[in-house]
């Protein structure tokens, strides 16, 4: 009898826990939902809502905190990284996500520290490597900035952001003759998607 009652129990706890993780799922989805129809608090809220339910949903606490940096809600997203970096989650990029509130808090040592940590964790990260050299050109580490992008030399034909900051790295090095040449470029591709 006693085994019986063991093995219910462990039903219902196993049937608890698949329908937390469903309803999880399901505010995840609703949150993707809200944000590609542009409610962004309806997408929050959502997300908020599934890590209640499912605290080490990492996909979507990453998800969240990037969000709630377009948002200017720092505080909250770092409260999140940090957990993805408790957690041993680095596969959801705490470290790039770190990286962005400090760039937005003018911390840009610290916002380097944490982009490199994301680089070396993830060589081939696009987004992290222009941030990488972001903060190294407000540090004024022309040459770090330049290797951060050299990997990146292949949007050079129609990227605005990577010619504008190779532009900005040019002109830091003093070279401003080569430096035009990229300005010029991210000018008329602009004026080419503009269009």
Not at 47 to 53: G, L, N, R
Not at 115 to 126: A, I, N, R, Y
Not at 158 to 185: T, W
Request: proline share 2%; aromatic share 12%.
């Amino acid at each position: 009898m006693k085994i019986y009652t063991l093995i219910l129990v462990a039903l219902s706890l196993f049937s608890q826990a698949a329908c937390s993780d469903q309803s999880a799922e399901s505010y995840f989805k609703d949150g993707l939902w809200a944000l590609n129809n542009d409610d962004v608090k309806g997408a929050i809220k959502n997300y908020k809502v599934a890590i209640e339910i499912k605290p080490n949903y990492h996909e979507v606490r990453h998800r969240l905190a990037f969000i709630l940096i377009e948002e200017k809600k720092l505080d909250e997203a770092k409260f999140h990284c940090d957990y993805l970096i408790e957690n041993n989650a680095l596969e959801f990029s705490p470290h790039y996500c770190i990286g962005l509130i400090h760039f937005e808090n003018n911390s840009f040592k610290a916002a380097a520290n944490f982009l490199e940590k994301q680089m070396k964790f993830d060589p081939g990260s696009v987004g992290p490597s222009i941030w990488l050299a972001k903060a190294y050109i407000k540090l004024k580490r022309f040459e770090d900035a330049e290797k951060s992008l050299l990997h990146e030399k292949s949007r050079e034909d129609y990227d605005i952001e990577y010619n504008r900051l190779m532009g900005e790295i040019l002109l830091g090095q003093g070279d401003d003759k080569k430096a035009q040449v990229f300005l010029s470029r991210a000018k008329s591709l602009y004026r080419e998607y503009s269009k």
